[in-house]
């Protein structure tokens, strides 16, 4: 069972932020997951949103938006990361303003991600592509310019979006993974959930696939996913919103025979697959 660091430890720090990509793996993580936007003049950055209001200190300055795909570079760069939740996570708040808000090269630039895996999920990339921007160039670009071969990463992208993930794999190639995120309100007929034809097409087309919790909880839908070969994915476990005792939560969990966890609290996690084990 693996256990994936959601938005890095950002049940610890401030989320999609390198200091808290760096605790997940100190905490144990297997792999980090983290979320790309892309700004105004086609620059990949580490944010879930593209409004940047919850996570950023922009309404102490004096921009006219606060949205990712109106700002620059030379905007973004300036902000400062918060907490998304400070009255639920006031320890993470305590480190508000404290970590800029990371590009995609300054991530993968990052020594300390030498020897690990890295999720990267793409973040509204056909939007991007219909204000004229070229976010796979832009991606493919910074992957280029990273050596992230050289220095032992394994790197796996994820993205709701399917003819854009498939596009993205189509011009990145077999070096890398790709797993398709699904959520229920993104299946073709949610009255009906994930079908065996639909889920044989993502099979087809990607490595994998990523669940949200609900649809895993009831039915066969892990089992049918495996039977097609596809390792099988849940998003996000967290305290917070754990349904009753934290830890039987977990087990429950754990117990939906899944190949891994994305989790915002990371070492609570492995612990529970430690104690089951």
Known sequence: MLVFGHRGACGYLPEN???SMELAFELGADAVEFDVVFTKDGHGVIRHDTDLASTTDIASHSFLSSRIDELNLEDVVRLRAKERYPDGRPESA?????F???TLVQVL????????HLIIEIKHGDIAQ????????????VLEGSNW?????KITFEAFEFDFLKELKSHLGPDYSFVFLVAPETVPDR????EDGYLKTIAENFDGISLAISMVLVGDLV??????????????ARVETAEGNVEKWFERLISTGVDGIFADQPDLVLKSVADLA
């Open 130 to 141: 219909s204000q004229g921007l070229d976010p796979i160039a832009h991606i493919a670009q």
């Open 191 to 194: 009255t009906a959930g994930l």
């Open 17 to 19: 932020t390198i200091e």
């Open 100 to 102: 800029f808000v990371p």
């Open 109 to 116: 630039s990052n020594s300390n991600f030498d020897n690990r």
């Open 149 to 153: 071969q050289q220095r032992g990463m």
């Open 223 to 236: 089992a049918r996913a495996k039977a097609l070969g596809m390792p099988v994915y849940i998003y996000t």
């Open 94 to 98: 305590a480190n508000d303003g404290k």
